[in-house]
C-alpha cells in the first residue's frame, strides 16, 4: 500500500517511493455487477480449490450473460461485452490479446466462431480450468517446510 511503498524503493529513486495514485480493477462476480463476490456463497466465484467440473458448472450456470434473448436477436445485435461476466473475466485471464479482440468484435456482432454466449463461456472454462488446474498442481509442492521458510522473519532490501 501507499503506506509502505516507500520502504520498497531506494531513497535516490525521483519519486521517494511514495505512488501519487495506485490504480486497481476489479472484475465482476459471476452474477453480474449488482453482485458481490462472497466465500459464503459458493457460485458467485471462481475459487482455486474449485474442480473442474465445479468451474465448468459454475461459468455455465451462474455466469451473467449479456448476450440477447433470442439467437436472431444475438446475431442481428451482438452482445453487449459490458454487461457479460464471461467476457469480462476473460480481459483478465485471457493472455492472447488478439484472440481477445477477436472474441469482443466476433461476441459484440453476433458473427463469427463467438456469435454465442455459449461459446465464449467454453473459451473462459478452457482458460480456468488451465489456470487452476496449474495453481493446484503448483500448491501440491508446497510443504510444511517451504511455508516455514517463506513465513520466517528476513530482511527483503
Known amino acids: ?65 449479456g448476450g440477447r434473448e433470442t439467437k436472431v436477436l444475438q446475431k442481428e445485435l451482438g452482445a453487449d461485452l459490458e454487461m457479460d461476466v464471461s467476457y469480462q473475466w476473460l480481459r483478465f485471464f485471457l493472455e492472447d490479446d488478439k484472440e481477445l479482440e477477436r472474441i469482443g468484435k466476433e461476441y459484440g456482432s453476433g458473427s463469427g466462431e463467438f456469435w454465442s454466449t455459449g461459446k465464449v463461456k467454453g473459451k473462459l472454462v478452457e482458460v480456468l480450468k488451465e489456470l487452476v488446474g496449474e495453481h493446484q498442481e503448483r500448491r501440491k509442492g508446497i510443504s510444511e517446510d517451504v511455508v516455514r521458510e517463506w513465513m520466517s522473519e528476513r530482511c527483503i532490501l
Not at 459464503?40 to 455466469?63: C, G, M, Q, Y
Open 1 to 65: 500500500t501507499r503506506d509502505i511503498a516507500h520502504k520498497l524503493v531506494p531513497k535516490h529513486h525521483p519519486l521517494l517511493g511514495k505512488p501519487s495514485l495506485i490504480h486497481s480493477k476489479f472484475f465482476p462476480p459471476l452474477q453480474g455487477a449488482q453482485g458481490k463476490m462472497s466465500s459464503s456463497d459458493a457460485n458467485s466465484a471462481i475459487f482455486l480449490t474449485d474442480t473442474p467440473e465445479d468451474i465448468e458448472r459454475k461459468i455455465k450456470v451462474h455466469a451473467f450473460s
